[in-house]
């Protein structure tokens, strides 16, 4: 398949985030983010800009992170994307770094596997 030089503006991704459960360990939960398609430069700027502490990975969410599917508000009821909801869910103390390591792996594509 052909690369195309034109790119949609978003894209849907997974998210995996673990959050502890009570007696130790801890469940995999999953949603699926709409990312912000970014250019090259725009990410080498986001990237300094976290080096530089001006930025975290909540900063880093609200920059990327466009729509969702599969985050509830209550079991079986979907929340439906909002910036006001997006802030909510970065409240939950796994989720930032879930979500910029997920974006990352969209940039980085699969990683190898050692033999």
Partial sequence: ???????????MWPVEVMIPK????????????????????EWREMVDRMAQGKIDFSDIAIEIVTGWSGVNDEPDTPLPF????LKELLNIAQVPGAIYNAFSKSLNGPAREKN
């Fill in 1 to 11: 398949m052909a690369i195309r030089v034109k790119q949609s503006a978003t894209f």
């Fill in 22 to 41: 009570s007696g130790g360990g801890f469940d995999k939960v999953t949603f699926d983010a709409e990312f912000r398609r970014l250019t090259t430069e």
């Fill in 82 to 85: 909002s910036h006001t909801a």
